[in-house]
């Protein structure tokens, strides 16, 4: 019988197993890197923020092997924290494949975990709010956004204790390296800037225009020749030249709530994904002509993605659905969707991260991360056909359910109101949940938490009183009458 592998791919793997670096021919890694088959050694790991795990999941059968759980759910995070992790979001991994950089938002925490063994070896805190963190090409070092604040914390990967800061606008929200490891890319969430930091000496040497302030994500191709940026904030996607002068090569409309991008290559060509979280919805574009070749329905509110070693499957986290989507690259269609944690943010795909064994050690079971429930709103009037501008999730955490609403179709930058309406055409008295102001894109991701006991479906028998979803703007602090109301 002929062996599957190709010699480039047995190279890797010969190097792999003996603890040398091998990046894989996709993201981080360079083009000229050989890619790895898709394996039973390798792991798909998503953060996920409501249940505050991290989800294991086999590619080869796209089977949910158990969570990491690093904390627990609401309302045991209203007391004082002394022990576990709070908003489990941002994710990296070592160029050996052995270690993931998991960032915690409220606990202001990077959890280094062992990928072969699920346990967590060191935890690092770090400044206010951090939001992602990845290991340089190299090895030596973390770098993680402090986005709570103006710098990026370099941390020593052999020590875990932070070593410098690289002095940033406020609000860095992503870094990643191009994969010579020359530069490291951070871009900002609350200023349109993104900087060019020479690894080496930890000095600026270029910065870009964002063309708006808000960007969550950022990735480098293969090739070394693009640096691509997410705007969630105003719902575009540009690409810069990654090397200097770093000029802009181009801006896409991409649609609102931008979430991430990451960079593909196959037979085909090189593409990039990003993820369009109001839309609910994966499109690809071209990088050299910057073509959009398929717009891929996937599920509520997509946001991490990452590519298999071998760049044939695309894994997407499904944010309000508490589930990952497999996109196959070559067809650009789903071909499976794995049950995983609560709010799934960043994910990364991890070649034979688990070189021996079964690698279910320690790993835990979903329980009440996995329960969720799902509403949409419409606009008042609007016929009801298509996909509707927002999608509302319900996240069981005990005691009490976080909703969270992915919101679009609305004017922008405008103050607005979730609320609870008694009557089914949304006439009468509102019950306000959460105020929000929506982005440039006339969007937004809204949040509440609280005791709601019952959903009531369609064609259920219906409680006494029941209540309905609703938006309405706000105007001198008063809701006014509401434009979105939840579909029966």
Known sequence: ????????????????????????????????????????????????????????????DNKLLGVIRLGEPAPTNFSPLYRGQVLVHGMGFSPDHRTLAVVSIGSNSVSFIDTETNTVKHVTYVGRSPHEAFFTPNGEEVWVTVRGENYVSVIDAHTYEEKARITTPAGPGMQIFSPDGKYGFVCSSFNPEIDVVEVKSHQTVGRLQQSSPFCPNIAVSPDNKQVWITLKDSGRTQAFSAQPPFALLKTLETGPITNHVNIVHNEHGMFAYVTVGALNRVKVFRTDDFEQVADIPVGNLPHGVWPSGDGTRVYVGLENADALAAIDTRTNTVVATIPIGQAPQAVVYVPNAVPEGDGTQNLQSLGVAGQVANVYLSAIGAAQAGTPPTSVSLFDQGLLQVLQAAVSGLEPKRPYVLALADKADASGPLEPLSNFMTNPAGAAVVNAIGQIRELVAQGTSAPEHRRYLVIAPVTDGKPGSPVQLQRM
């Open 1 to 60: 019988m002929k062996s599957l592998l190709t010699l480039p791919s047995i190279i890797c793997a010969a190097l792999l197993a003996s603890a040398h670096v091998c990046y894989a021919g996709q993201a981080p890694g360079s083009l000229s890197d050989p890619d790895i088959p898709v394996s039973h050694h390798d792991r798909v790991y998503a953060a996920e923020q409501f249940s505050n795990t991290v989800s294991v999941t086999d590619p080869t």
